[in-house]
């Protein structure tokens, strides 16, 4: 969720002119502040109107980018960028620096909210360059730089623009600008998880926001203060707070703010128990952010939308989820210089991991023997990963390949998998389906990393006397070797149904016997990982 910005001016325009357009648009401001948002755009049309036909230009301008700002919280993207291009057009015809600051200012604003962040950070610079020594643009200008700066996860330098813009606003008396201040700080608090200090910004942006009847902002105050509710874990109070703010929305008819208090909302229900409820409001905040285009809302929802199915044991549609989020989050228009995107995608690729140990766990919690092993094939894996020199995305890869590796043996029937005494041809080879059944299992799920050739690999070996496809040399994908002979070790080192565990150079030495199952470079990167003398 963003912070919130103002794209309006703090005060009435004085290029608008006086008569009736002037009183026009003062009364089209108020309905506008007042949540009248059909009033207010019928009174910008006869704004527009009347200074048409007088040819007050810098009123037509002013009211064409208020027509657009009201358009844009309707979800008219198009609309309402086509009138606030115009009136930059007018502004900049007519000379006039203040307008133009204000359409670019706009403009960036729209751009902010739909991911381009780009494109927002360049009209922003702009409209500073011309509108930069009025004291009210440059405490608006102070709000977007550390939107900027809390879009990139620099929530320090966000903080301190978001300061200065408070005591620019003071300083003016501006009520309107300390109450979005309040709300900004607010959020920055709030991402740090400092509760009581966000708690304190968004009570005193509401009570300047309510006395000033600016119904959207309180609306945005309500529904932060929900996720500062839910970060406190007061989840009645969280849920009374977000359908407050969505009571708001709804009457605004703001899609975008609606998006974000579903998933609010779908959180509180997941967190207290809740699966179904929870699944439709973060189906409802996903299919809103969608006809807004609002991408980083679809991806930051899908991934709420995972750790519920995680929490209720679907991990395919947790996974489908999470890749839906991550094409997202890389569709962002943003380099990684301007936006958190690493943040955020570090953050998902957390929710991927504890979605697949999970996962991974449960497939061994119904086995005494087996519990714990894919956690110590997983470290033993990343050990040998790092000998061999891997890049962190092929660690990662390793990381949740070892997971999932035996994901296969859910279909193994139990009298199979945990019988005391040697299997018969018949048994091996139904365990020796395991691999292609974990593949079958993830047939509709789709990774960032290349998993399933790990999954289906991880018993093939370098002399071609492995399963299921007799796969031999470099044929083996690098991670296939890798896990495999980890899953050998840890196999070899823990009691198992069928035999006791051996020592740790028990294993090692019969595994010197069989080192022709595995790349030379493998063997000797999992001797040096376990601290081994490299074999002659």
Partial sequence: MLPASRPSPARPSPHAGGGR????????????????????????????????????????????????VVLHHRSEGPRSRELCERSLGIATEIGDDRLAAESLNTLAGFDLETGRIDSARQRFLRALV???????????????????????????????????????????????????????????????AQWPEADRFFRLSLELATALGDVRLAGLCRLNHAEVHLGQQHYDRARESAEAALAVFNELGASFDKADAYR???????????????????????????????????????????????????????LRCLNTAHR?????????????????????????????????????????????????????GLAVGRELGLEPVQLTTIRLGAYLHDLGKVKVPHEILNKPGRLTDEEFAVIQKH?????????????????????????????????????????????????????????????????????????????GETRHWWRPDVFAAFQRALGEPAAP
């Avoid at 809740?274 to 952010?289: F, K, M, Q, W, Y």
């Avoid at 519920?308 to 549609?317: F, P, S, W």
């Avoid at 890389?330 to 998902?348: E, N, P, S, Y």
Wanted: proline content about 3%.
């Fill in 21 to 68: 357009a002037r009183a026009l648009l003062d009364s089209a401001i108020a309905h506008e502040r007042n949540g009248a948002g059909d009033e207010a755009l019928r009174l910008y049309q006869l704004v527009a109107e009347e200074s048409s036909a007088s040819d007050d230009r810098a009123a037509l301008s002013e009211a064409l980018r208020r027509m657009a």
């Fill in 130 to 192: 011309l509108g930069g020594d009025r004291p009210e643009l440059r405490g608006r200008v102070e709000q977007n730089l550390g939107i900027l700066a809390n879009v990139r996860g620099d929530h320090a330098e966000a903080e301190a623009h978001y300061t200065r813009s408070l005591e620019a606003f003071e300083l003016l008396g501006d009520e309107r600008g300390r109450a979005l201040a309040y709300h900004n700080l607010g959020m920055v608090h709030s991402d740090r």
């Fill in 264 to 318: 609010v909302i779908g959180r509180v229900f997941r967190e207290t128990g809740r699966p179904a409820l929870a699944e439709s409001r973060l189906r409802a905040a996903i299919d809103l952010a969608v006809s807004t285009g609002s991408v980083l809302s679809e991806a930051e929802t899908s991934r709420e939308l995972a750790l519920l199915y995680q929490a209720t044991g679907r991990n395919q549609d947790a």
């Fill in 328 to 380: 997202l989050f890389l569709r962002l228009d943003a380099r990684l210089d301007l936006v958190d995107v690493a943040g955020k995608m570090q953050r998902l690729e957390d929710t991927f991991l504890l979605v697949v140990r999970d996962w991974g766990q449960s497939i061994e919690s119904a086995d005494s023997y087996t519990y714990g092993h894919c956690e110590r094939v997983a470290e033993y």
């Fill in 435 to 511: 691999p292609e059944w974990g593949i079958e299992l993830l047939a509709t799920v789709e990774f960032p990393w290349d998993l399933k050739p790990i999954i289906r690999s991880h018993h093939e070996r370098y002399d071609g006397t492995g399963y299921p496809d007799r796969l031999r040399g470099d044929e083996i994908p690098l991670g296939a070797q890798i896990i495999c002979i980890v899953d050998v070790y840890d196999a070899l080192t823990t009691t198992r149904s069928y035999r006791p565990a051996m020592t740790a150079a028990e294993a090692l030495s019969r595994m």
